[in-house]
Every structure is written in structure tokens, then in C-alpha cells.
T-cell receptor
Framework: GAVVSQHPSWVICKSGTSVKIECRSL??????MFWYRQFPKQSLMLMAT?????????EQGVEKDKFLINHASLTLSTLTVTSAHPEDSSFYIC??????????FGAGTRLSVL | GNSVTQMEGPVTLSEEAFLTINCTYT??????LFWYVQYPGEGLQLLLK?????DKGSNKGFEATYRKETTSFHLEKGSVQVSDSAVYFC??????????FGAGTRLTVKP
């Protein structure tokens, strides 16, 4: 079946640095990818919708200058957490929609900001 | 706004026990409803879905029926196995393609 690869699976960084997370659809082209964030013991929250070739659409309350999303190709979207702070520590998950309108998820990235 | 509320975990069952994980939703219009499963170390996978009222989604022995009158989509399985141990997420997709997830319920099945 379709696979979405997310990298890295775990990253630790110092406060003030930037971290890039990649999301790739391995065997299908995805014009739309989504980025989610999951706080401990809480729901997955949609952060933004990433569309290939255009600017991402951010959910209310999500800082677009802090969470930079680039959907450079039909198989790759990246999320960059700029100037990360401890409160950005979380579990980030991407997903991609196939032509069959099925949403496939990456394994997630655990970000720890020290 | 649209939201999903699911049963808090963790849930611990013995093998062959009956499983129910409750899920209710709030939404305008006619959302599609989903159950996703996340096995340890893996990404979320679609388990089953239902796109309209009274539809029943089923897969791998799991079932859930879209009940509009009670705005519910409870997940059931008649006889769980150790391999069913995972985190289960109830979700809805609205007419704008936006997904909303429940908080997830961790299921542990003991032999």
C-alpha cells in the first residue's frame, strides 16, 4: 500500500535553533499534504494544509512564520520549526492524500527542545 | 466547530474479550467518520470508515456504525487478540476535507 515516510523520527535541539522535518510520499503523488501536532494526552491538531506549488494554509492560532511549510514537489513537503523553544516540543505527524482520497500518515517526529 | 470525543484510556483486556471504544462527534453537515490505528513504532493506518448515516465500516474483525441520531461511531470487536494492542483514533472529515481527531485510546491486550 501507499507509504508516507517522515524523517527524522526523533530530534533533540537547543533552544533558538531551527529544525526541518521531511514528509515524503513514497509511491504516489500527493498534491495535498497535512501537518498535525499532538500534545501529550491530547488530540491530533491540524496545523496546516500544504499544497504543491502554492502557499500553505494555516489553521487559526498557528504561526506561519514559526512553522514554515514548503511543498516543493508532488512527493515532498517540509516543516521547519524556526527558532525552536521548549514549548514547541511535541509530536508532529504529516499525512498525504492519494488519488483514491485515502489519507496516509507518516510515523511522526518527536521534537524535544532543550 | 467540529470535534471528536472518544473514550479515555488506557484500556486493558484479556485475549478474546469483547472490545468497545466509544466515539461521539459534533459536526455541521454530513461528515465522514473514521477509525485509525497506530501500532507501536508505526504511523497511523486507516482501520475502517463510514461516509453516511447507518453505514457500517468493518475490517480485521472491527466494526463501527455511523449513528447520526446519537452522533456516534463506536468501535467494536468481538474477540480481541494480543496483536490488537495499539492506539486507536476516532476521526471525522468535514466537507472542507479538514480532519478532526479524538485524543486516542490505548488498548493493551494481555494473553
Amino acid at each position: 500500500g501507499a507509504v508516507v515516510s517522515q524523517h527524522p523520527s526523533w530530534v533533540i535541539c537547543k533552544s533558538g535553533t531551527s529544525v526541518k522535518i521531511e514528509c515524503r510520499s513514497l509511491d504516489f503523488q500527493a498534491t495535498t499534504m497535512f501537518w498535525y501536532r499532538q500534545f501529550p494526552k491530547q488530540s491530533l491538531m491540524l496545523m496546516a494544509t500544504s499544497n504543491e506549488g502554492s502557499k500553505a494554509t494555516y489553521e487559526q492560532g498557528v504561526e506561519k512564520d514559526k512553522f514554515l511549510i514548503n511543498h516543493a514537489s508532488l512527493t515532498l513537503s517540509t516543516l521547519t520549526v524556526t527558532s525552536a523553544h521548549p514549548e514547541d516540543s511535541s509530536f508532529y505527524i504529516c499525512s498525504a492524500i492519494s488519488l483514491g482520497d485515502i489519507q496516509y500518515f507518516g510515523a511522526g517526529t518527536r521534537l524535544s527542545v532543550l | 466547530g467540529n470535534s471528536v470525543t472518544q473514550m479515555e484510556g488506557p484500556v486493558t483486556l484479556s485475549e478474546e474479550a469483547f472490545l468497545t471504544i466509544n466515539c461521539t462527534y459534533t459536526a455541521t453537515g454530513y461528515p465522514s467518520l473514521f477509525w485509525y490505528v497506530q501500532y507501536p513504532g508505526e504511523g497511523l493506518q486507516l482501520l475502517l470508515k463510514a461516509t453516511k448515516a447507518d453505514d457500517k465500516g468493518s475490517n480485521k474483525g472491527f466494526e463501527a456504525t455511523y449513528r447520526k441520531e446519537t452522533t456516534s461511531f463506536h468501535l467494536e470487536k468481538g474477540s480481541v487478540q494480543v496483536s490488537d494492542s495499539a492506539v486507536y483514533f476516532c476521526a471525522l472529515k468535514d466537507n472542507n476535507n479538514d480532519m478532526r481527531f479524538g485524543a486516542g485510546t490505548r488498548l493493551t491486550v494481555k494473553p
